[in-house]
């Protein structure tokens, strides 16, 4: 696929021309709503970088100057920053080979612990921004990326904002709606604990929770038919409302759709993240990985082996297994895989949370 400068928008098309002298443009994304993102070589380094184009003319976005000071191994790092004029900036970023947390996401079963490490990662980031001041506001898988040592990094700065005195700042509703906050929607602030909100959408989505993406998803038949009935920004303006009206009572979250060996202790940390009420979330980042860490000290690994997912317990191995309709527990003895007749669980849930008091 060639590029070529006439796919750059217009405000940033003549910077794009200088930055050609350094950098060799390969493709650009124009599925993010806050900017405009290329991707390049640099030329003399050979280095692959994305190139992000971004709005920070109203005050409350961070100064490209300060964007390349942020230095944490669960920050993208940023080479460069600059301004453009007094409406737009961009930054050059290296380019990370893992993709995003979507393609991860989608790409294998990951055991218990690995998605939880890869959380603890990103939560690390989300803790350094708020140490800096500044909320990243658009924390959701694709922009989150996995670099080149296999480290999940907070990506796309384009939302990131400096927070006030107050620890507050005003909010500009130009991010994903499925994440927002709900009390983004009334009081047009946005504060810490929107990112730890975002932090629990995250959470929930590494442990396997369904999140669909497609507003169509949230409709009921009678929102569908009106859907149908609109065109245009109307259309849209409708899709909105009725996902804000989950998001804002809170219903967001399925638990139902997490895998059944989730343990109740970490679904209880998504919940406390997520609350409506922000008085009930988590106060700070460090506090909910506090949350985490306890949990995970009793918390033994669920691994994927051979289509069969397996406690690994430090006693032993478990598993359950579904066996002419019902299901039973097994732990793998010297002779292999016998079933424990002292379990009886009625189904998989159970029967993890069996092994889970077992086990821990
Ligand atoms: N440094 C990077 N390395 C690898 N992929 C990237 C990088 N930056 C962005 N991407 C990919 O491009 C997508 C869009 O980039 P992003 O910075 O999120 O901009 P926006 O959402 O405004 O389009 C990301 O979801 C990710 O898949
Ligand atoms: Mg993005």
């Not at 993709?99 to 790409?107: I, K, R």
Request: glycine share 8%.
């Amino acid at each position: 696929m060639t590029f070529s400068l006439d796919q750059v928008p217009q405000e940033f098309r003549g910077r794009c021309q200088e930055l050609q002298s350094a950098y060799e443009f390969t493709s650009d994304c124009t599925k993010g709503a806050n900017g405009y993102l290329v991707f390049a070589k640099n030329k003399q380094l050979n280095r692959k970088v994305a190139i992000k184009f971004y709005y920070w003319g109203d005050g409350n976005h961070v100064e490209p100057a300060n964007l390349s000071k942020l230095e944490h191994e669960s920050v993208l790092t940023v080479d460069h920053a600059e301004a453009i004029d007094k409406d737009y900036a961009f930054f050059v970023a290296r380019y990370c080979e893992g993709g995003d947390l979507d393609a991860w996401l989608e790409s294998h079963n990951h055991s218990l612990n690995g998605a939880m490490q890869a959380f603890e990662q990103i939560a690390a980031g989300v803790s350094y921004l708020h140490s800096k001041n500044y909320a990243h506001r658009d924390l959701k898988p694709s922009n989150i990326f996995v670099a080149h040592s296999g480290r999940f990094v907070l990506g796309d700065f384009g939302s990131v904002v400096a927070l006030g005195l107050d620890g507050s700042a005003k909010s500009i509703t130009k991010h994903s709606i499925l994440y927002r906050p709900p009390e983004d929607f009334d009081q047009n602030l946005f504060t810490r604990q929107g990112d730890v909100y975002q932090l629990g959408l995250v959470m929930y989505q590494l442990l396997g929770g369904s999140l669909p993406y497609e507003l169509s998803a949230w409709f009921s038949a009678a929102d569908r038919k009106k859907h149908a009935a609109l065109a245009g920004p109307d259309a849209d303006i409708f899709a909105n409302s009725v996902m804000q009206k989950w998001i804002q009572r809170g219903r967001i979250l399925d638990f139902e759709t997490l895998p059944f060996y989730v343990p109740t202790k970490l679904k209880t940390i998504i919940r406390r993240a997520t609350r409506v009420n922000i008085a009930e979330r988590y106060n700070t980042v460090a506090d909910m990985l506090g949350g985490l860490n306890n949990a995970m000290q009793r918390t033994f690994d669920w691994v994927l082996e051979d289509g069969q997912w397996i406690a690994r317990g430090r006693k032993c191995d478990c598993r359950c297994v579904e066996v002419g309709g019902s299901v039973v527990v097994e732990k793998c003895q010297t002779s292999g895989w016998r079933r424990d007749n002292r379990f009886n669980p009625a189904d998989l849930r159970s029967a993890a949370q069996m092994i889970d008091e077992f086990l821990s």
